[in-house]
T-cell receptor
Framework: EAQVTQNPRYLITVTGKKLTVTCSQNMNHEYMSWYRQDPGLGLRQIYYSMNVEVTDKGDVPEGYKVSRKEKRNFPLILESPSPNQTSLYFC?????????????FGPGTRLTVL | QKEVEQDPGPLSVPEGAIVSLNCTYSNSAFQYFMWYRQYSRKGPELLMYTYSSGNKEDGRFTAQVDKSSKYISLFIRDSQPSDSATYLCAFAGYSTLTFGKGTMLLVSP
């Protein structure tokens, strides 16, 4: 089944404890991205990657890192999480890198930073 | 003025009603208009997209774009309880993709 998977789905952690949220897609998509979704603010892009080893900042990159060593994987790293990073995170992928390409979203990771 | 405005709802309707969901935008560079549907505890999924002004129909769903007024709508005919979800409008410009905040729709049996 074609899909985007994220792990973990739920995570509660404490301020400053490094964490990684994994994202993997099995559709051979070029483009992958991370979003956070907050009440009243909607979906905001954190980072995106147009291809392996090519990443760029989205609208809200502060406090996050990403890497794209393989085409299928695009992990999101929070080196020193803070409570304002408590949010619902979505990974997405699309076949091409055009903003008009259909994005396929993962199921989401709900992160709470205490 | 915000780049995209979308009423968060919730919008509650009885089964069978016609639903109208709307977004306004201010960025003239937006040329591609989309509607995503997001069920509770799920990621958004693309529902419809269109490039041009006018209407595009897909089953019970109709997407309408008025570029002159910078206004887009999604109409749902014969709404079903399974349509209960949050609907996000999305706009693509040259290199940007901007989402609305989403409207929660509740269709009661």
């Amino acid at each position: 089944e074609a899909q985007v998977t994220q792990n973990p789905r739920y995570l509660i952690t404490v301020t400053g404890k490094k964490l990684t949220v994994t994202c993997s897609q099995n559709m051979n998509h070029e483009y992958m991205s991370w979003y956070r979704q907050d009440p009243g603010l909607g979906l905001r892009q954190i980072y995106y990657s147009m291809n392996v080893e090519v990443t760029d900042k989205g609208d809200v990159p502060e406090g996050y890192k990403v890497s794209r060593k393989e085409k299928r994987n695009f992990p999101l790293i929070l080196e020193s999480p803070s409570p304002n990073q408590t949010s619902l995170y979505f990974c997405a992928s699309s076949l091409g890198s055009s903003v008009t390409d259909t994005q396929y979203f993962g199921p989401g990771t709900r992160l709470t930073v205490l | 003025q915000k780049e995209v405005e979308q009423d968060p709802g919730p919008l509650s309707v009885p089964e069978g009603a016609i639903v109208s969901l709307n977004c306004t935008y201010s960025n003239s560079a937006f040329q591609y208009f989309m509607w995503y549907r997001q069920y509770s505890r799920k990621g958004p999924e693309l529902l419809m997209y269109t490039y041009s002004s006018g209407n595009k129909e897909d089953g019970r769903f109709t997407a309408q774009v008025d570029k002159s007024s910078k206004y887009i709508s999604l109409f749902i005919r014969d709404s079903q309880p399974s349509d209960s979800a949050t609907y996000l409008c999305a706009f693509a410009g040259y290199s940007t993709l901007t989402f609305g905040k989403g409207t929660m729709l509740l269709v009661s049996p």
